[in-house]
């Protein structure tokens, strides 16, 4: 039951993370074509909202959550391909998160600019590492190591 519950929460907080990721990467797009300043800084604080409240703790819940899994389920770290793999993923998002998205909102929300590109590049990468990393908790491919 214990595991189940687990399995689940695990499941919801890392859909609902692609969910956000997926989210700002509409908004980072929609921002980019944004001609009027008030409106596109309305739009950058969107994102920044987006960020802070969603998509931070969700990416370390997700983190925290399939880091419990691997310690009372059968699918250990390092025993299983995927899960290192997913591992990888969540803490790449993470990084993107922290060092390519937030450079890029505060650059647009002072007013430098600029960082549109940064921005879509970033969320797109953030979403297919996402989409990857669901199918693999799905799919559950590769046998175990050793």
């Known amino acids: 039951?214990?595991?189940?519950?687990?399995?689940?929460?695990?499941?919801?907080?890392?859909?609902?993370?692609?969910?956000?990721?997926?989210g700002y990467l509409a908004v980072a797009v929609h921002s980019a074509h944004i001609t009027?300043?008030?409106?596109?800084?309305?739009?950058y604080e969107v994102l920044q909202m987006l960020a802070f409240m969603f998509g931070i703790p969700l990416s370390f819940a997700a983190l925290l959550s399939g880091l419990w899994l691997t310690f009372i389920t059968k699918w250990k770290l390092f025993k299983y391909p995927?899960?290192?793999?997913?591992?990888?993923?969540i803490i790449s998002v993470i990084l993107v998160g922290a060092f390519v998205l937030k450079g890029?909102?505060?650059?647009?929300?002072?007013?430098?600019?600029g960082a549109e590109t940064k921005l879509i590049a970033g969320a797109i990468y953030d979403v297919v590492a996402l989409i990857v990393a669901t199918t693999?908790?799905?799919?559950?491919?590769w046998k175990p190591l050793g």
Not at 36 to 43: Q, T
Not at 82 to 89: P, Q, S, Y
């Open 82 to 89: 995927w899960v290192m793999v997913k591992f990888t993923l």
């Open 1 to 22: 039951m214990a595991h189940q519950i687990s399995f689940n929460l695990t499941h919801y907080v890392s859909v609902g993370l692609l969910g956000d990721s997926s």
């Open 136 to 141: 693999l908790g799905v799919f559950r491919p």
């Open 104 to 113: 890029g909102m505060e650059a647009m929300l002072n007013g430098t600019g």
């Open 36 to 43: 009027d300043p008030v409106a596109a800084k309305a739009s």
